[in-house]
T-cell receptor, first 113, second 114 residues
Framework: NAGVTQTPKFQVLKTGQSMTLQCAQDMNHNSMYWYRQDPGMGLRLIYYSASEGTTDKGEVPNGYNVSRLNKREFSLRLESAAPSQTSVYFC????????????FGPGTRLTVT | AQSVTQLGSHVSVSEGALVLLRCNYSSSVPPYLFWYVQYPNQGLQLLLKYTSAATLVKGINGFEAEFKKSETSFHLTKPSAHMSDAAEYFCAVSLTGGGNKLTFGTGTQLKVEL
């Protein structure tokens, strides 16, 4: 039982390049989330998927797109990376109720030069 | 809209001393409140959560938090700090009936000194 896995762990991009961050969970959770973590700002929600087949914007969606490929997988795409997207990205999953614990992956550290 | 405020971005305590990390919330409806911990280079993990069943909530690793509606607070405490408690702590809020979208505070870095 791996929980929530993310790939890659580290990535360096040049401005304008694109990439996809992958996330998978093996807990049969309904809901999945993408956050970014920046110093002094806590975690901010980028996009979330309440259930398979649905996605919604969070607090900071600009410059990102997501795909809920199936119940297990939720990917985050940067179409044209900008230095402002340098951050640590976390994927999480939960059963999806207001009381549910969110389980986090180990994170992807992204640098855009 | 809901929000949480964590007072003190850095807190330093001596080993064996009381740990007190502060969290105040703002919500127009009864909230659910969470404390998460992040150890260096890891994801977040749940310490404890308030779900209205009891105002004093006990979590893992000896931590507890008390929900005080009159003060709109949910402060995290531990009677005696260990070196292993050094980490970043996040308070978060979700709304009743709002699904599971969490709004996080900005975090408090706890340092434990010998």
């Amino acid at each position: 039982n791996a929980g929530v896995t993310q790939t890659p762990k580290f990535q360096v991009l040049k401005t304008g390049q694109s990439m996809t961050l992958q996330c998978a969970q093996d807990m049969n959770h309904n809901s999945m989330y993408w956050y970014r973590q920046d110093p002094g700002m806590g975690l901010r929600l980028i996009y979330y998927s309440a259930s398979e087949g649905t996605t919604d914007k969070g607090e900071v969606p600009n410059g990102y797109n997501v795909s809920r490929l199936n119940k297990r997988e939720f990917s985050l795409r940067l179409e044209s990376a900008a230095p402002s997207q340098t951050s640590v990205y976390f994927c999480a999953s939960s059963e999806g109720t207001s009381l549910s614990e969110q389980y986090f992956g180990p994170g992807t550290r992204l640098t855009v030069t | 809209a809901q929000s949480v405020t964590q007072l003190g971005s850095h807190v330093s305590v001596s080993e064996g001393a009381l740990v007190l990390l502060r969290c105040n919330y703002s919500s127009s409806v009864p909230p659910y409140l969470f404390w998460y911990v992040q150890y260096p280079n890891q994801g977040l993990q749940l310490l404890l959560k308030y779900t209205s069943a009891a105002t004093l909530v006990k979590g893992i690793n000896g931590f507890e938090a008390e929900f005080k509606k009159s003060e709109t607070s949910f402060h995290l405490t531990k009677p005696s700090a260990h070196m292993s408690d050094a980490a970043e702590y996040f308070c978060a809020v979700s709304l009743t009936g709002g699904g599971n979208k969490l709004t996080f505070g900005t975090g408090t870095q706890l340092k434990v000194e010998l």
